[in-house]
């Protein structure tokens, strides 16, 4: 049993940055691949990126390219996602996602967060 908790969501102007955390319990946690995931209002809910089981590998979304960027510290069972360069269209509740699969399909994912809120003003 993985269970993950997203942090680090706010309110933040257009062209600043935040850090979003995913921190898991469980002891199979580091053996999963953990995606980011963002739902807007009225939206469906759309991949942002994906790391490895080790944090070797990493695939973002064209939108967050040069922008988001996905690490992985296993020995504290945490993932961050930092998004830079924010824009008003990225407002989301941003999930993280615990998998076998590294994949950009929210339905090989198992495992889910809360979401935390992003809100971009512009």
């Known amino acids: 049993q993985v269970q993950l908790v997203e942090s680090g969501g706010g309110l933040v102007q257009a062209g600043g940055s935040l850090r979003l955390s995913c921190t898991a319990s469980g002891r199979t946690f580091n053996s999963y691949h953990v995606g980011w995931f963002r739902q807007a209002p009225g939206m469906e809910r759309e991949f942002v990126g994906v790391v490895n089981w080790s944090g070797s590998s990493t695939f973002s979304a064209d939108f967050g390219k040069g922008r988001f960027s996905i690490s992985r510290d296993t020995a504290k069972n945490t993932v961050n996602l930092q998004m830079n360069s924010l824009k008003s269209e990225d407002t989301a509740v941003y999930y993280c996602?615990?998998?076998?699969?590294?994949?950009?399909?929210?339905?090989?994912?198992?495992?889910w967060g809360q979401g935390t809120q992003v809100i971009v003003s512009s």
């Open positions: 996602a615990a998998g076998p699969n590294y994949s950009r399909r929210h339905s090989d994912y198992g495992y």
